[in-house]
């Protein structure tokens, strides 16, 4: 998870919303990992997920990993409020969350490897839409 929020803080994240079953953030091997970016990005709690269904009702999709999807995670425009929705990396992402999602893609991976780290693959997904804005400053040059 301290990584997860230190990705967050370094890729410009609005914050990091925890649901139910997420690990303690505050425990020191936690807190440690984070190398001081809980501090500098807001932490929401949301166990009954009404945060999340309020950002979803104001504009922001829901976009989840899961690795039945055939859906390409980099063909997905990024360029709009978003929360990236990644599960426990024993039990996956939650029904609750799955039945609110707006879109279920999957990480291509080549490899033989069944999965990625869960906070890999949160920091691949927050930082190719790091990349996607990026370019879109570029081409407006």
């Known amino acids: 998870m301290g990584t997860i929020i230190r990705s967050a803080h370094a890729a410009g994240a ?3 919303i925890l649901t139910k079953g997420t690990v303690e953030v505050y425990n020191d091997k936690t807190l440690r990992s984070t190398m001081g ?3 500098h990005i807001p932490i929401i709690e949301d166990t ?5 269904k309020t950002l979803q009702n104001n504009g922001f ?7 039945e999807e055939s859906h390409d995670f980099y063909d997905i425009n990024l360029n ?4 990236i929705c990644v599960g426990n990396e024993g039990s996956g992402i939650s029904d609750e969350i799955l039945k609110l ?3 279920k893609f999957k990480i291509p991976m080549p490899g033989k490897a069944e999965s990625l780290n869960v906070a890999v693959a949160a920091s691949i997904m927050m930082f ?3 990349r996607q804005n990026l370019k ?3 081409n407006s040059i």
């Open 37 to 39: 970016s809980i501090f």
């Open 14 to 16: 609005l914050g990091v």
């Open 128 to 130: 190719e839409r790091v």
């Open 48 to 52: 009954d997920l009404s945060i999340t």
């Open 101 to 103: 999602s707006d879109e």
């Open 80 to 83: 709009k409020n978003i929360i």
């Open 61 to 67: 999709k829901i976009l989840v990993s899961s690795l």
């Open 136 to 138: 879109k400053v570029d």
